[in-house]
Each structure stands twice: as structure tokens, then as C-alpha cells.
């Protein structure tokens, strides 16, 4: 048998209501009017499944830190269902206004909530909280999409070397296969990480946070050099394999700024700092050129170039010396792999004795 909430027990639980929204909105940011929301959603819910098919409101009194609740009939000539209809003769026995098609309230005490009620409300705010404090989640990772952010290490997984960040808003789990090859983490160590896809499914905020994606490259540079926050210096391409190599191209604005030492920097500093974030990924920076043929021999750098020919229009045959050949093609073919990319160009090389 349910047992009733007393009126001071209801009293309480309006208070602890009341008060939970009132430290959510300045803890978490989750406003009150959707919380209040929220919970009179709730409550009108668990008077239904308590006294069955009935219409109910609920007022939310944010002052008194209370609610009550009204039962609501129609008003009808001829009653078909007592719980949700009143006669016109009785309504108008209330109030000579009334008139069919109305609506009549009637206060109905809170003692009638059953304890089993009260706890379904709360779950169902529970719920509510949790809802809102996703979308928050998802809101400051969509700020931060397609951006780097610094994480800790909070848990390394042994078995699939996958390990679980903080981020500042939440916990996420990088994915081994998103870290760069040699990466190795324990708890505490701090990390840079591109964010590549914010979502929501049915258990919450997902993120997909990446040390593999170009995007990496793109800002960790942005970060590190002046001239490209200040837009003096134009990041126009990468190409990357992600542990190994990338490729990156570069333009100045300015006559007087070179592109390619401003990315490199003072003996090397700038762009070193940025090739310990990556593990010893080596990068080439290149200038970039309107001129295809003048872009297509500064991306197969290391290598000189003696002449390019174009064989279509996305197609061009590169003549080096022989023994530029090995070089110009790369370990693997990773150099002129990451050429093509890099300009768009299909790219054959070939030797002049």
C-alpha cells in the first residue's frame, strides 16, 4: 500500500526543488526557466500515472518554493467520464461563468502524490538535469570544433591503448587510432588534440578528438607562429602522414616577410617546437606559387627539380637529375605521395641522364 506524502514532506521536496535549480543555474549555467520546465513536466506525469488518465496543471510558485496541483474538467452538458468532464449544472454551481467547452480547476492536495510518484518525478528530473547539462557539453565543444585544445590524461586502457582525456569540459576517450604513431601516454601527461566531430546520441555528448588529422598541423602552426595569427603569412596547404611526414605550404603578404623562415624560424625554433608536439614528425615547408610548375618543384623539396611538363590538365611530368630520383620519390614513394596532395597534381617523375 503507497503511503501518502505528508504536507511538510511536500513542503521539503518543493524546497529541495527549488533550491537544486537554483544552485544548477549558477554552478552549470542551465537556466531555470527550463529546468521549472522540466519539472512541471515531470510532476504533471507522476500525478497521471498515480491517479490514471486525468488532466492536471501544475503552478510552480518560484517564491514560496512550492507547487500545487489543479485538476482541469470540461465542462459538458452530459458526463461521459467523471475524472476529465463536469456537468454544466455543476460547473455553473461553482461559478455562474462558466459554459460548456470550459474549463474548471479544482485544487487538488499534494498528499495524493504517492511516494512511488514523488520518486518518478525525480527521476525524470534527474533526466532533465542530465539533458541540459549535455547540451552544455556539446555547446562549448561545438566552440571549440575543428580547433586544438590541451588535454590531461586522466586513464590509459593497456589492452587497446586507447586512453580517456580531460578537456576542461568533459572527459573524452582518444582512440589509438587517432594518436600518432609512437605516442605513448600515462596518467597526468598533458597533450594537444584536434577536435574534429561534435555530436549527441542516446547516451550523451560524443566528441571525436584527434592527433592524427591535418587540422593539427594547420593550427598548431597558427599557434606557434606570429605571422600567420596576424595573417602577414598564408597557410595554403597540408599534406600529412601523420608520425612521419607532413608537407606544408606557405605565401607571405609581405614582400619583406619570408614565408617559408618565418615558419621555420631562428635556427630552426619555431618549427621545432611544433616537431616535439608531433613526436619527431618531420615537416617540409614550402612556398606556394600561382605558377604550378614553380609549386610542383617546391613540394617535391628536398629534391631540385630541372624542368616540369604538363601533360594534361592535372597531370604533370617532373625531369630531375639521376641522382635527385630517390629523393624526389622518397622513402616508399612518400615524397611525391605527399607532392600530389599537397598540389593537386597527378605527378610522374622522371630522370634526364
Avoid at 94 to 119: C, H, M, P, W
Avoid at 201 to 224: A, I, K
Avoid at 243 to 272: E, F, H, Y
Amino acid at each position: 500500500m503507497k503511503k501518502a506524502v505528508t504536507k511538510k514532506e511536500s513542503e521539503n521536496m518543493g524546497a529541495e526543488i527549488f533550491a537544486a535549480v537554483d544552485i544548477l543555474e549558477s554552478t552549470k549555467g542551465i537556466p531555470r526557466s527550463y529546468m521549472l520546465e522540466k519539472i512541471e513536466a515531470a510532476l504533471v506525469s507522476a500525478y497521471k500515472k498515480e491517479a490514471g488518465a486525468v488532466n492536471v496543471r501544475i503552478a510552480l510558485d518560484g517564491e514560496k518554493k512550492t507547487f500545487r496541483v489543479f485538476q482541469q474538467k470540461t465542462v459538458v452538458e452530459e458526463v461521459e467520464d467523471d475524472k476529465e468532464q463536469i456537468s454544466l449544472t455543476d460547473a455553473r454551481a461553482i461559478s455562474r461563468r462558466y459554459n460548456v467547452g470550459d474549463i474548471v480547476e479544482f485544487e487538488l492536495k499534494t498528499k495524493s502524490f504517492g511516494r512511488l510518484s514523488a520518486q518518478a518525478a525525480k527521476q525524470v528530473i534527474i533526466q532533465g538535469i542530465r539533458e541540459a547539462e549535455h547540451s552544455n557539453i556539446v555547446r562549448e565543444y561545438e566552440k571549440k570544433h575543428e580547433e586544438v585544445i590541451t588535454a590531461i590524461v586522466t586513464k590509459v586502457d593497456d589492452n587497446t591503448g586507447d586512453v580517456v582525456v580531460d578537456t576542461g569540459t568533459s572527459e573524452a576517450v582518444l582512440l589509438k587510432s587517432e594518436q600518432i604513431p609512437g605516442d605513448n601516454f600515462a596518467v597526468g601527461d598533458r597533450l594537444k588534440v584536434f577536435v574534429t566531430e561534435v555530436h549527441r546520441d542516446s547516451h550523451g555528448p560524443v566528441v571525436t578528438l584527434s592527433r592524427t588529422h591535418q587540422g593539427l598541423v594547420r593550427r598548431l602552426m597558427e599557434l606557434v607562429i606570429p605571422e600567420i595569427q596576424d595573417g602577414v603569412v598564408l597557410l595554403k596547404g597540408v599534406a600529412r602522414e601523420a608520425g612521419s611526414r607532413t608537407k606544408v605550404s606557405v605565401i607571405s603578404r609581405d614582400p619583406d616577410v619570408d614565408a617559408v623562415g618565418a615558419c621555420i624560424g631562428n635556427r630552426g625554433m619555431r618549427i621545432a617546437e611544433i616537431v616535439e608536439e608531433l613526436r619527431g614528425e618531420k615537416i617540409d615547408v614550402v612556398l606556394f606559387s600561382e605558377k604550378p610548375e614553380e609549386y610542383i618543384a617546391a613540394a617535391l623539396s628536398p629534391a631540385s627539380v630541372i624542368d616540369v611538363d604538363f601533360d594534361g590538365e592535372r597531370s604533370a611530368t617532373v625531369w630531375v637529375d639521376s641522382d635527385q630520383l630517390s629523393l624526389a620519390i622518397g622513402k616508399e614513394g612518400q615524397n611525391v605521395r605527399l607532392a600530389v596532395r599537397l598540389t593537386g597534381y597527378k605527378i610522374d617523375i622522371k630522370s634526364r641522364k
